[in-house]
């Protein structure tokens, strides 16, 4: 079955601190990976995409998402949180046509 | 270079009443896809079309909810006899086309129609 999970439902880190949303995806062909971001009562913001090549994949906002193939694993990481960042990050697996599949999304929250 | 645009943004619906939310997809694209997201939750697929084609229903609702995407205009998204249950955010996306390639496959998001039904 194709599926995405996102392990974590929250995490809160300082402002300042490195992140890293963990998300695992079962998908039987071969796939397209994303990750985005969805602030409260808006749409989805893309943040990076993975498709072929280079396994660590840099997008916007400073962040980057490694694909491990081995691991079913796209992770997404940030070296220093802003409290700008405070967010729902979801991650989604798709493959020849547009249709994604989503995890249930992290929620990041920021200290000061 | 307009996005995929949705309207309304917010609709306001009595239970048994019908909502219909509309997608314009970005220009060049012809396949449109339809999710929800409920409070607190990720978002689900209902549907995929292509002009005038429905291609893949499978999360589509049994009853009361239909989908189209006609030659010329939007897509429509229609829910008949709306209940509390339908309150969410519906989200259209749109593609260039199928296949190989992720300029030709990678989907790009409106911002959401958000329903609520009182």
């Known amino acids: 079955a194709q599926s995405v999970t996102q392990p974590d439902i929250h995490i809160t880190v300082s402002e300042g601190a490195s992140l890293e949303l963990r998300c695992n995806y079962s998908?039987?062909?071969?796939?397209?990976l994303f990750w985005y971001v969805q602030s409260p009562g808006q749409g989805l913001q893309l943040l990076l995409k993975?498709?072929?090549?280079?396994?660590l994949v840099q997008g916007i906002k400073g962040f980057e998402a490694e694909f491990k193939r081995s691991q079913s694993s796209f992770n997404l990481r940030k070296p220093s949180v802003h409290w700008s960042d405070a967010a729902e990050y979801f991650c989604a697996v798709g493959g020849n046509t547009g249709k994604l599949i989503f995890g249930q999304g992290t929620t990041l929250q920021v200290k000061p | 270079n307009a996005g995929v645009m949705q309207n309304p943004r917010h609709l306001v619906r009595r239970r048994g009443q019908e909502a219909r939310l509309r997608c314009s997809p970005m220009k060049g694209h012809s396949h449109v896809y339809w999710y929800r997201q409920l409070p607190e939750e990720g978002l689900k697929f209902m549907v995929y079309?292509?002009?005038?084609?429905?291609?893949?229903e499978s999360g589509m609702p049994k009853e009361r909810f239909s989908a189209e995407f006609p030659k010329e205009g939007p897509s429509i998204l229609r829910i008949q006899q709306v209940v509390r249950g339908d309150s969410a955010a519906y989200f259209c996306?749109?593609?260039?086309?199928?296949?190989?390639?992720?300029?030709?496959?990678?989907?790009?998001f409106g911002q959401g129609t958000r329903l609520t039904v009182v």
């Open positions: 993975y498709f072929s090549g280079d396994t």
């Open positions: 998908y039987g062909a071969t796939p397209y």
């Open positions: 996306a749109s593609s260039r086309s199928t296949g190989t390639g992720l300029s030709n496959t990678e989907a790009f």
């Open positions: 079309l292509q002009k005038e084609n429905i291609i893949d």
